[in-house]
């Protein structure tokens, strides 16, 4: 018999970092929480904390570039629960290095993680959504889906095409009348193990390019996006730079990354010839919500709207173009 008392969410990548992070937002609300991350010893104690922290838990080992894993995952949420509420496309994968030390297989395969694992989890739950015409999917997206840097380029290149497929789902959501709603959360730098396990050609350790964000911070306003559900927002001053910055200069930065953006990405610590990597494959350990920047990770991290956004620069425009025109009119009657 499903249990629907409680609200359900099911959250991709929530073994470790912001996933694990959103999971345990949703369980201090009361919520019943399904887990999808591969097999991990990290998928066990995210359910543990889940649990702790005041909600129910089902964990789900499957790749997100299995689509019928995903498939098999939402259809056992629905056996068990009755709904699925919200949708939550977190899991991804990275690498450091230059275009030209990326195989070709490493490219499909942070692809079909990062990208097709959206989709596949979209998919996923729109197949439950539809016939009930009601649910929230977000998507975890990134400033970078804007604003591309290097030595991330795979990275950059699958969120950019988050943002895209996410785009031509609401039009056709629009299209159908349906009361599905769809938002995407573009994140700062976050301060999650993947720094710790992420495959890393480069000499030197990578870290988050400051200013770094907790993950908490990011996971609570995740929560409250999946309630309010505006079409996007842009988490962190540094998003908004970046952002506003490459639709208004984009060679400049350009030239910025090129100069700043390796040394950025990198620490002063060399990189051990053991250092994991889970790419291809879960690493055993390490599954937990912060990475090892604590000590330099802001605690609070501020929400744009972009619709705010373009309001208040086009009044500021406005406002410009107003003051350029009394100025023109004063001197052309004070003239002689």
Not at 48 to 73: H, K
Not at 76 to 101: L, Q, S, Y
Not at 228 to 250: F, H, K, N, Q
Not at 289 to 295: A, E, I, L, N, P
Request: hydrophobic share 45%; net charge positive.
């Amino acid at each position: 018999m499903p249990h629907s008392e409680a609200h359900t969410v099911v959250i991709t990548g929530a073994s470790a970092g912001v996933g694990r992070a959103t999971a345990l937002a949703f369980a201090r609300r009361g919520w019943k929480v399904a887990l999808i991350a591969r097999q991990s010893p990290g998928l066990e104690s995210a359910r543990g904390d889940v649990q702790q922290a005041g909600g129910m838990a089902l964990t789900f080992a499957a790749d997100v570039s299995d689509p019928a894993a995903l498939a098999a995952a939402a259809d056992h949420v629905i056996e068990r629960w009755g709904a699925i509420e919200v949708w939550i496309n977190c899991a991804m994968a990275t690498m450091f290095a230059p275009i030209a030390d990326i195989s070709a297989a490493e490219f499909r395969r942070i692809t079909e993680v990062t990208y097709l694992g959206c989709v596949f989890g979209t998919m996923a739950a729109l197949r439950h959504m539809r016939p009930r015409n009601n649910g929230t999917i977000v998507q975890v997206g990134s400033a970078l889906s804007y604003r591309a840097i290097p030595l991330q380029s795979a990275y950059c290149g699958a969120k950019f095409a988050i943002r895209g497929f996410t785009d031509a789902l609401r039009s056709e959501l629009r299209h159908d009348g349906s009361a599905i709603r769809v938002t995407m959360v573009q994140l700062p730098a976050v301060n999650t193990p993947q720094f710790n396990w992420a495959r890393n050609k480069m000499s030197r350790r990578p870290q988050p390019m400051p200013p770094i964000h907790q993950p908490e911070a990011i996971a609570d306003i995740i929560f409250h996006a999946s309630q309010d559900a505006p079409r996007e927002l842009w988490l962190g001053a540094a998003s908004l730079r970046a952002i506003l910055g490459t639709m208004v200069a984009p060679g400049l930065l350009d030239r910025l990354l090129a100069r700043k953006g390796y040394a950025g990405q990198l620490t002063s610590e060399r990189k051990s010839p053991s250092a994991p990597d889970n790419l291809f494959q879960p690493v055993a350990d390490g599954h937990a919500t912060h990475g090892r920047f604590d000590d330099r990770a802001q605690v609070h991290t501020s929400a744009f709207n972009p619709t705010a956004v373009r309001v208040v620069l086009a009044a500021a425009v406005a406002v410009l173009l107003f003051a350029l025109g009394a100025i023109t009119i004063y001197v052309l009657l004070s003239g002689p």
